[in-house]
Protein backbone atom coordinates (compact mmCIF):
# COMPACT_ATOMS: atom_id res chain seq x y z
CA UNK A 1 0.00 0.00 0.00
CA UNK A 2 1.50 3.71 -0.82
CA UNK A 3 -0.17 7.20 -0.41
CA UNK A 4 0.99 9.63 -2.74
CA UNK A 5 0.54 13.21 -1.85
CA UNK A 6 0.70 16.17 -4.14
CA UNK A 7 -0.24 19.83 -4.76
CA UNK A 8 2.18 21.44 -2.43
CA UNK A 9 4.09 24.83 -3.17
CA UNK A 10 4.44 28.55 -2.62
CA UNK A 11 1.67 30.62 -2.15
CA UNK A 12 1.16 34.09 -0.84
CA UNK A 13 -0.16 35.14 2.34
CA UNK A 14 -4.14 34.97 1.90
CA UNK A 15 -3.74 32.21 -0.93
CA UNK A 16 -5.44 28.93 -1.75
CA UNK A 17 -3.77 25.55 -2.39
CA UNK A 18 -5.44 22.05 -2.32
CA UNK A 19 -3.79 19.10 -1.51
CA UNK A 20 -4.55 15.64 -2.53
CA UNK A 21 -3.28 12.18 -1.65
CA UNK A 22 -4.20 9.22 -3.75
CA UNK A 23 -3.96 5.27 -1.84
CA UNK A 24 -2.62 2.67 -4.18
CA UNK A 25 -2.24 -1.14 -3.54
CA UNK A 26 -3.76 -4.16 -2.30
CA UNK A 27 -6.76 -2.43 0.08
CA UNK A 28 -9.71 -3.98 1.38
CA UNK A 29 -11.19 -0.36 2.51
CA UNK A 30 -9.97 2.81 3.84
CA UNK A 31 -11.28 4.02 6.89
CA UNK A 32 -10.22 6.95 8.44
CA UNK A 33 -7.67 9.53 6.54
CA UNK A 34 -6.22 12.75 7.76
CA UNK A 35 -3.82 15.27 6.94
CA UNK A 36 -0.68 16.15 9.35
CA UNK A 37 1.87 19.00 9.25
CA UNK A 38 5.62 19.53 10.84
CA UNK A 39 7.11 22.92 10.83
CA UNK A 40 11.06 22.81 10.97
CA UNK A 41 11.85 21.80 14.87
CA UNK A 42 8.37 21.27 15.93
CA UNK A 43 6.55 17.99 16.38
CA UNK A 44 4.17 16.85 13.68
CA UNK A 45 0.74 18.07 14.11
CA UNK A 46 -2.83 17.06 13.65
CA UNK A 47 -4.73 19.25 11.13
CA UNK A 48 -7.64 17.38 10.19
CA UNK A 49 -8.99 13.89 9.57
CA UNK A 50 -12.00 12.54 7.95
CA UNK A 51 -14.15 9.34 8.82
CA UNK A 52 -15.62 7.00 5.75
CA UNK A 53 -18.87 8.19 6.77
CA UNK A 54 -17.19 11.85 6.16
CA UNK A 55 -17.18 13.31 10.07
CA UNK A 56 -14.38 15.95 10.01
CA UNK A 57 -12.47 17.01 12.73
CA UNK A 58 -10.05 19.91 12.59
CA UNK A 59 -7.43 21.64 14.63
CA UNK A 60 -8.75 25.01 15.96
CA UNK A 61 -5.76 27.19 14.14
CA UNK A 62 -7.41 25.61 10.68
CA UNK A 63 -11.34 26.13 11.87
CA UNK A 64 -13.06 28.22 9.22
CA UNK A 65 -10.18 28.28 6.51
CA UNK A 66 -9.72 24.45 5.55
CA UNK A 67 -11.90 21.72 4.41
CA UNK A 68 -11.67 18.16 4.15
CA UNK A 69 -13.23 15.90 1.87
CA UNK A 70 -12.15 12.26 0.49
CA UNK A 71 -13.37 10.56 -2.54
CA UNK A 72 -14.32 7.31 -1.46
CA UNK A 73 -14.67 5.85 -5.16
CA UNK A 74 -10.92 6.96 -5.87
CA UNK A 75 -9.17 5.79 -2.43
CA UNK A 76 -8.10 9.86 -2.25
CA UNK A 77 -8.37 12.43 0.14
CA UNK A 78 -8.29 15.98 -0.43
CA UNK A 79 -7.21 19.29 1.83
CA UNK A 80 -8.67 22.69 0.62
CA UNK A 81 -6.44 25.41 2.29
CA UNK A 82 -8.02 28.76 2.12
CA UNK A 83 -6.69 32.48 3.38
CA UNK A 84 -3.28 30.50 3.96
CA UNK A 85 -1.26 32.49 6.67
CA UNK A 86 2.84 32.13 7.07
CA UNK A 87 2.08 29.93 10.28
CA UNK A 88 0.82 27.06 7.87
CA UNK A 89 4.01 26.65 6.45
CA UNK A 90 5.20 23.04 6.93
CA UNK A 91 5.73 19.83 5.16
CA UNK A 92 2.15 18.55 5.18
CA UNK A 93 1.78 14.17 5.55
CA UNK A 94 -1.75 12.51 4.79
CA UNK A 95 -2.22 9.87 6.80
CA UNK A 96 -4.56 6.79 6.08
CA UNK A 97 -6.06 3.37 8.10
CA UNK A 98 -6.27 0.70 5.74
CA UNK A 99 -7.13 -2.93 5.68
CA UNK A 100 -5.65 -4.78 3.11
CA UNK A 101 -7.68 -7.65 2.94
CA UNK A 102 -11.10 -8.78 4.00
CA UNK A 103 -9.67 -10.71 7.09
CA UNK A 104 -7.01 -7.96 7.75
CA UNK A 105 -6.66 -5.33 10.55
CA UNK A 106 -6.54 -1.83 9.90
CA UNK A 107 -3.29 -0.46 9.15
CA UNK A 108 -1.83 3.17 9.36
CA UNK A 109 0.09 4.61 6.46
CA UNK A 110 1.77 7.60 5.89
CA UNK A 111 2.58 10.01 2.04
CA UNK A 112 5.46 11.11 1.86
CA UNK A 113 4.82 14.58 2.75
CA UNK A 114 4.62 17.82 0.46
CA UNK A 115 6.07 21.15 1.18
CA UNK A 116 3.91 23.70 1.62
CA UNK A 117 5.01 27.53 2.15
CA UNK A 118 3.26 30.66 2.57
CA UNK A 119 5.25 34.04 2.12
CA UNK A 120 5.11 37.16 0.09
Known amino acids: VQLQASGGGLVQPGGSLRLSCAASGSIFSINDMGWYRQDTGKQRELVAT???????NYADSVKGRFTIFRDNARNTVYLQMNNLKPEDTAVYYC???????????????WGQGTQVTVSS
Open 95 to 109: NAEIKGSRLGVNRGY
Open 50 to 56: ITRGAIT
